[in-house]
């Protein structure tokens, strides 16, 4: 006897829920400092939701399960991209900014699609995780300005570059077999290293206070 199959919205409730429980309370208490710090630098404007959901709702916690797991996941990351830009399209009625809100959009696409080119060009390099993770960082990094996207993107890898580099040298060149190329992304194919929390990190630099005083 079968048992009856989960819908498509039971069934995303039952996984975003088994995420949430496996994520550990340190991590949901930095996605909360994370939510307010942000608030409170964009306080004055009307993107502050948009910024401080995908900060503190999905990138905090996206970025720590990828640095402990090597994983991203869509549970989190996927469905907060039309929640962003649903946030900025309430930001846009507000302030009559209907292009910024196009902009975004354009910008998380067309981020998405660099990094896309980047994994077919190069196997093992990038996840896909990656790709929605640069999309959904892309809707408020565009919204700010059409260049911030591109800019966090080169910060996060010129970061994780000196962090797998780091790691080697720590780790010693010549001191067992180098690491296999994890499922998350990874700068050097000999050193796996999470590329998550350096696309949050090239973002927060880029992005946040770029427009932080009116």
Request: proline letters at 7%; hydrophobic letters at 60%; one cysteine or more.
């Amino acid at each position: 006897m079968t048992s009856r199959a989960m819908t498509p919205a039971t069934r995303f409730r039952t996984d975003l829920a088994a995420e949430l429980a496996a994520t550990s309370r340190p991590a949901r208490a930095a996605a909360m400092v994370a939510a307010l710090l942000v608030a409170w630098v964009r306080r004055d404007r009307p993107d502050a939701a948009a910024f401080a959901l995908v900060v503190a709702g999905v990138g905090t916690l996206a970025a720590w399960i990828d640095a402990r797991s090597f994983r991203l996941p869509d549970v989190l990351v996927v469905p907060t991209i039309p929640a962003a830009l649903g946030l900025l399209g309430v930001a846009a009625w507000a302030t009559s900014d209907w292009p910024a809100l196009g902009r975004a959009a354009a910008g998380a696409a067309g981020a998405a699609a660099v990094l896309l080119a980047l994994v077919v060009a190069r196997p093992g390099a990038l996840g896909w995780g990656d790709v929605k993770f640069v999309a959904l960082l892309g809707v408020p990094g565009a919204w700010v300005g059409a260049a911030v996207p591109a800019a966090g993107a080169l910060l996060a890898m010129a970061l994780a570059a000196a962090g797998a580099l780091t790691w080697q040298v720590a780790a010693g060149w010549n001191r067992g077999r180098p690491a296999r190329a994890g499922p998350g992304g990874c700068l050097l194919r000999s050193t796996a290293i999470p590329l998550g929390p350096f696309l949050l990190l090239g973002w927060v630099a880029t992005a946040v206070p770029s427009t932080a005083t009116p």
